[in-house]
């Protein structure tokens, strides 16, 4: 995905002074006046002692309201919560506490002084006000909960939509790029293959349709699944090498020491690509026969090949196999698979993957 963290954050209308927000902010002023003094509610002469209060405390809550919603919306655009967690909450909060602070100290000077005056500039009781604004920083301790909690869970529920977005794109681009690969090389030279069979050997060509079609069937049946047992893998590389050795005869010897019925997961059609590779990367001759060998070690499934690299290539390799091994062992767990080449061996450890 193309699109920035800025470009995907949208600011919240409630929070611009929409009916909503006056209304919410009304509801906390009424609540908080009833709940100090509910005896002023009960006349119009109690209610007209307290209407300097009520306005007071309707302006701090929509001042700490606000304050609250634009701090959050500065840090939604620089500081994901998903990338650095702590060092945002302890930024954010700092500075919306210093915030409240200010937006309450300043109104209760104002207060004291135009509203219901009490004071005069020289007789103002500035470490009295100070302590009184213990109660809205309270209020706004309370505020910015309420909106830490909220972005983050949005945040954390956005991360999971485009990681799960991305994934099945991934998903997609990687299967097509299994089959497309599988399908147009494999399916001409078998075909090319094949056509030489049946004139010189009936019967030969007749085991080469079987073992193709079982290897095509195999590809229908997997080509959704992101993991397929171990058996099943080991299945088809035994049909796909056996199909090749109808073709390279003497050039091709495999062999796999695999229990009979093995543990564990790997992704699908792995075993194809990393065979293809070999084959199509190294001399395979009668004198030199290229020699592919399959087994378990260390709760890895171990692809092994004799180096003989061919001088020339058909064709450039288009790097999709291992790279597309590698992106969907990264998406499915944090196992990696290695690569590499050992005293003329080519050799890739393949890590057993489970479904829990």
């Known amino acids: 995905m193309n699109k920035t963290y800025i470009e995907t954050s949208k600011p919240n209308n409630f929070w611009n002074f929409s009916p909503g927000f006056i209304g919410v902010n009304l509801l906390i002023t009424f609540v908080l006046g009833f709940g100090f003094c509910p005896s002023c509610f009960q006349s119009w002469e109690g209610f007209s002692r307290i209407w300097d209060s009520l306005i007071l405390s309707f302006i701090l809550s929509s001042a700490l309201s606000y304050g609250g919603a634009t701090v959050e919306d500065y840090f939604d655009k620089r500081i994901r919560w998903i990338d650095f967690p702590v060092k945002r909450l302890f930024l954010e909060t700092i500075l919306y506490m210093v915030y409240a602070f200010c937006v309450s100290y300043v109104l209760m000077i104002v207060f004291v002084l135009w509203i219901r005056p009490r004071y005069t500039w020289d007789t103002v009781p500035w470490r009295v006000l100070a302590e009184e604004t213990k109660f809205p920083m309270m209020f706004a301790f309370v505020i910015s909960a309420v909106l830490i909690s909220r972005s983050f869970l949005v945040e954390w529920r956005k991360a999971a939509i485009e990681?799960?977005?991305?994934?099945?794109?991934?998903?997609?681009?990687?299967?097509?790029?299994?089959?497309?690969?599988?399908?147009p090389h494999f399916l001409f030279n078998s075909l090319n293959v094949l056509s030489n069979l049946v004139y010189d050997s009936p019967d030969a060509a007749a085991k080469f349709i079987r073992q193709l079609a079982k290897i095509y069937r195999y590809v229908l049946d997997v080509q959704h699944e992101e993991l397929v047992a171990l058996n099943r893998e080991v299945d088809f590389a035994e049909n796909y090498l056996a199909l090749q050795k109808i073709r390279f005869e003497d050039g091709l010897q495999y062999q796999i020491t695999i229990d009979k019925n093995p543990e564990g997961f790997i992704p699908p059609l792995s075993l194809q690509l990393l065979l293809e590779n070999a084959i199509k990367h190294n001399i395979g001759s009668k004198l030199s026969p290229l020699w592919i060998e399959i087994f378990i070690s260390n709760d890895a499934l171990i692809v092994k090949n004799n180096l003989q690299p061919k001088s020339s290539l058909p064709e450039e390799s288009s790097g999709i196999g291992l790279s597309n091994i590698r992106n969907r062992y990264a998406l499915l767990s944090k196992e990696n698979m290695s690569v590499k080449d050992q005293e003329g061996y080519f050799v890739v450890s393949l890590p057993l993957l489970n479904l829990n």
């Not at 990681?163 to 399908?183: G, H, I, P, V």
């Open 163 to 183: 990681a799960e977005q991305l994934k099945t794109e991934r998903y997609a681009q990687q299967y097509q790029s299994l089959k497309d690969q599988l399908n």
